[in-house]
């Protein structure tokens, strides 16, 4: 009977501490994009996206993305940013990635890779954040985050001229982007 309590015992301790891991976790796996207008979070998704997530995390550690700016905005549709360049042409200094595609459709605030038109496996530092729910982009771009909060802030990202393909005069830039557990 002793043995099968401190079974029980160990067993309770052990839920418990992975339940506190669990947490922790999902503590860890949220990103910040800090704008002129405020602070945009997003929940990073490791569980479909595992490289492309490690590479957003890679680059925040960096500071890659403070100051580069959302260089094409289309209203309505999506805010994109990632490039130092600030052409849709740059990328970081790490090799592209593989596509991680999943079955998660495109909604208002989905954050997802960009890549060269008809190479998915080109995604690099660039990403989007949807407007508006974007069903003919599903299962064709990564998926690695949602926002959770900020999508106010999301809505406020200066526009382009849609005839230009959403390219931004005087864009918007990250001030400062960290991922959760990064003091620097």
Known sequence: MKITRRLLL????????LGTASIARAEDDLLFIDTKDGRITIKL?????????ERIKRLAKEHFYDGITFHRVIDGFMAQGGDPD????GSSRYPDLKAEFSDLPFKRGTVAMAR????????????FICFADAPQ???KYTIWGEVV??????????????????AV????KMLKVRAAGDAS
């Open 86 to 89: 600030g052409t849709g042409m």
């Open 169 to 172: 005069d005087s864009p918007d």
């Open 149 to 166: 909060s900020g999508m106010d802030v999301v809505d406020k990202i200066k526009k382009g001229d849609k005839a230009n393909n959403g």
């Open 45 to 53: 998704r490791p569980d479909i996206a595992p490289k492309h997530v």
């Open 10 to 17: 160990a067993a309770a301790a052990f839920s418990a501490a």
């Open 116 to 127: 060269q038109p008809g190479d998915k496996d080109s995604a690099n530092s660039q990403f």
């Open 137 to 139: 982009l599903n299962g």
